[in-house]
């Protein structure tokens, strides 16, 4: 046991491609960081920008989105939706403070697991070096001022 | 005041809020005399005379309906909206400030120190001594005290159960009407309340769908101010023609007051039923109508809308996700 941070991240894969990519990458037994959890969505295009705030103000401190290149989308053209949404959240993330970094957007085709793991690992490095970004802890500490108010309601 | 004890009791509270929403009430015009005849009013500051302590000495549940308006933006309004959970049955989160945070809830972006000193130490403010205000002073008669500015305003339900919710800035007349008479009825039996949580006063679908503006294919390449555009076409959607509108995300209910008079709507009925977070659905709306592919395009376009965070969040910050800006969260 190391003291570095190690950080959480949550991965959004498409089914098509950068899920096979990532299921690539381990049946090919590379290694890559493990800080990654991934959840797999039919196409990058359903990535609502709601899921990477809950991920962020549940505890993440990074979020990769990932999907087929441009023009390879199974879906014609979602992933560009995922593009124009990627780069408009980062932008509404900067604003609250949260450094546009922490979300990361790859294109990975079916045939790229080394792309993933190697986008992966570099990714968990960024974050590192960024630090924990602990909103769900600077939010609890808020909530517990309100704490007793639901004894005394209840009363 | 009617002194009458037999009937239900109704009160009124203003928090971090500026006002507007008693005006609304206000405005309701000749049903306030509806609520007057129906009911006891018994607390209601803007309106009439009475002390926290006659509150307080009330019994617990007497007040049959509480609407509560504004943000918790310091310990007072913290105190008087867990006095008022005590006191009332049915407790209404009424307006935007209190069910979401509102304008207000955009100081939510900055740190308490950097308010207080935008407040009372810039150019407009002739401040040479740094005078700041202190939560206590002492004078020779005891001390004084000033309510404490907590670091970030709260909804209404982040700090006491909440029954209903009354959306808008302020929530549209015929509307609070509506609840008046809802509740009075409830009250001679004819009718019954709505499942707890439940958003009133407003519709369940988007202010899109009341919009009169005709709509085609929403795709555009730049975003840009209504006020940079002449002339707007009356008649077609404003997104459509560039201008960054918050309907597609926003509650139905006002009968899409703002692009009706060609303004863009700037969400003040928050989320439509359904959202879980306000300005994720606008960053989805937006983006879905941007005619681009290459970044580079892409960020050129979004360039057009200066404050992104401020336009997804005007009235929603302190109800999303998120709830405030990192710095404002860390705050001592
Ligand atoms: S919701 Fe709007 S009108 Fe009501 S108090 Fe808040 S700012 Fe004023
Ligand atoms: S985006 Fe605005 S103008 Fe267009 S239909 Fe919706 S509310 Fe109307
Ligand atoms: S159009 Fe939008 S901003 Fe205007 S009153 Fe309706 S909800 Fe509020």
Same mark, same amino acid.
């Given at each position: 046991?190391?003291?570095?941070?190690?950080?959480?991240?949550?991965?959004?894969?498409?089914?098509?491609?950068?899920?096979?990519?990532?299921?690539?990458?381990?049946?090919?037994?590379?290694?890559?960081?493990?800080?990654?959890?991934?959840?797999?969505?039919?196409?990058?295009?359903?990535?609502?920008?709601?899921?990477?705030?809950?991920?962020?103000?549940?505890?993440?401190?990074?979020?990769?989105?990932?999907?087929?290149?441009?023009?390879?989308?199974?879906?014609?053209?979602?992933?560009?939706?995922?593009?124009?949404?990627?780069?408009?959240?980062?932008?509404?993330?900067?604003?609250?403070?949260?450094?546009?970094?922490?979300?990361?957007?790859?294109?990975?085709?079916?045939?790229?697991?080394?792309?993933?793991?190697?986008?992966?690992?570099?990714?968990?490095?960024?974050?590192?070096?960024?630090?924990?970004?602990?909103?769900?802890?600077?939010?609890?500490?808020?909530?517990?001022?309100?704490?007793?108010?639901?004894?005394?309601?209840?009363? | 005041?009617?002194?009458?004890?037999?009937?239900?009791?109704?009160?009124?509270?203003?928090?971090?809020?500026?006002?507007?929403?008693?005006?609304?009430?206000?405005?309701?015009?000749?049903? $306030?005399?509806?609520?007057?005849?129906?009911?006891? !009013?018994?607390?209601?500051?803007?309106?009439?005379?009475?002390?926290?302590?006659?509150?307080?000495?009330?019994?617990?549940?007497?007040?049959?309906?509480?609407?509560?308006? +504004?943000?918790?933006?310091?310990?007072?309004?913290?105190? $008087?909206?867990?006095? =008022?959970? *005590?006191?009332? %049955?049915?407790? !209404?989160?009424?307006?935007?400030?209190?069910?979401? +945070?509102?304008?207000?809830?955009?100081?939510?972006?900055?740190? !308490?120190?950097?308010?207080?000193?935008?407040?009372?130490?810039?150019?407009?403010?002739?401040?040479?001594?740094?005078?700041?205000? #202190?939560?206590?002073?002492?004078? @020779?008669?005891?001390?004084?005290?000033? /309510?404490?500015?907590? %670091?970030?305003? *709260?909804? =209404?339900?982040?700090?006491?159960?909440?029954?209903?919710?009354?959306?808008?800035?302020?929530?549209?007349?015929?509307?609070?009407?509506?609840?008046?008479?809802?509740?009075?009825? !409830?009250?001679?039996?004819?009718?019954?309340?709505?499942?707890?949580?439940?958003?009133?006063?407003?519709?369940?679908?988007?202010?899109?769908?009341?919009?009169? *503006?005709? *709509?085609?294919?929403?795709?555009?390449?730049?975003?840009?101010?209504?006020?940079? &555009?002449?002339?707007?076409?009356?008649?077609?959607?404003? =997104?459509?023609?560039?201008?960054?509108?918050?309907?597609?995300?926003?509650?139905?209910?006002?009968?899409?007051?703002?692009?009706?008079? +060609?303004?863009?709507? &700037?969400?003040?009925?928050?989320?439509?039923?359904?959202?879980?977070?306000?300005?994720? #659905?606008?960053?989805?709306?937006?983006?879905?109508?941007?005619?681009?592919?290459? @970044?580079?395009?892409?960020?050129?376009?979004?360039?057009?809308? /200066?404050? @992104?965070?401020?336009?997804?969040?005007?009235?929603?910050?302190?109800?999303?996700?998120?709830?405030?800006?990192?710095?404002?969260?860390?705050?001592?």
């Amino acid at each position: 046991m190391t003291d570095q941070f190690e950080p959480t991240i949550i991965g959004f894969t498409c089914n098509w491609c950068s899920y096979r990519a990532s299921d690539l990458a381990g049946t090919a037994r590379m290694k890559y960081a493990p800080n990654v959890r991934l959840i797999r969505l039919m196409c990058s295009g359903r990535l609502d920008p709601t899921f990477v705030l809950r991920a962020l103000s549940g505890g993440a401190d990074g979020v990769m989105i990932t999907g087929c290149h441009p023009g390879e989308c199974h879906y014609i053209e979602q992933n560009y939706k995922a593009l124009r949404r990627f780069l408009l959240l980062r932008r509404v993330l900067a604003g609250l403070g949260i450094e546009p970094e922490r979300v990361k957007l790859v294109w990975a085709s079916a045939a790229e697991g080394a792309r993933f793991a190697a986008e992966t690992t570099a990714f968990v490095e960024e974050i590192r070096k960024l630090g924990p970004l602990n909103w769900g802890k600077v939010s609890d500490e808020l909530s517990e001022i309100s704490e007793p108010v639901h004894e005394e309601v209840a009363a | 005041m009617t002194v009458n004890g037999n009937k239900p009791k109704f009160a009124m509270y203003w928090a971090a809020s500026c006002g507007g929403c008693e005006i609304a009430v206000l405005n309701i015009h000749e049903k $306030i005399l509806d609520v007057d005849a129906n009911f006891d !009013v018994v607390f209601w500051p803007v309106a009439m005379d009475a002390k926290y302590k006659d509150v307080e000495a009330m019994e617990d549940g007497s007040i049959l309906l509480t609407l509560f308006n +504004g943000g918790i933006r310091n310990d007072e309004n913290e105190h $008087i909206a867990k006095l =008022l959970r *005590r006191k009332s %049955k049915i407790l !209404v989160a009424f307006g935007s400030c209190a069910s979401e +945070g509102c304008i207000p809830g955009l100081a939510n972006l900055s740190p !308490v120190g950097e308010i207080v000193h935008t407040a009372f130490n810039t150019i407009t403010t002739d401040n040479p001594n740094e005078i700041y205000p #202190r939560v206590s002073f002492d004078v @020779p008669e005891g001390e004084l005290r000033i /309510p404490k500015i907590e %670091k970030v305003l *709260r909804p =209404l339900d982040l700090v006491v159960d909440v029954d209903y919710y009354m959306p808008g800035c302020p929530p549209e007349s015929h509307q609070i009407a509506a609840v008046v008479d809802l509740v009075i009825k !409830v009250v001679k039996g004819e009718a019954e309340l709505p499942p707890k949580g439940s958003v009133i006063g407003a519709g369940d679908s988007t202010v899109c769908d009341e919009c009169p *503006r005709a *709509r085609n294919v929403k795709i555009i390449k730049e975003f840009k101010r209504i006020q940079d &555009i002449a002339p707007v076409d009356p008649t077609l959607c404003l =997104l459509e023609q560039g201008i960054p509108c918050n309907g597609p995300a926003t509650r139905s209910g006002c009968n899409a007051r703002c692009p009706g008079v +060609g303004a863009q709507c &700037i969400g003040c009925y928050g989320p439509a039923e359904g959202v879980m977070d306000y300005g994720a #659905r606008l960053i989805t709306a937006f983006s879905s109508v941007i005619d681009a592919t290459e @970044p580079e395009e892409i960020d050129r376009i979004l360039d057009g809308i /200066p404050d @992104p965070t401020g336009q997804v969040y005007r009235f929603n910050l302190a109800g999303s996700l998120l709830k405030a800006n990192r710095e404002a969260w860390k705050v001592k």
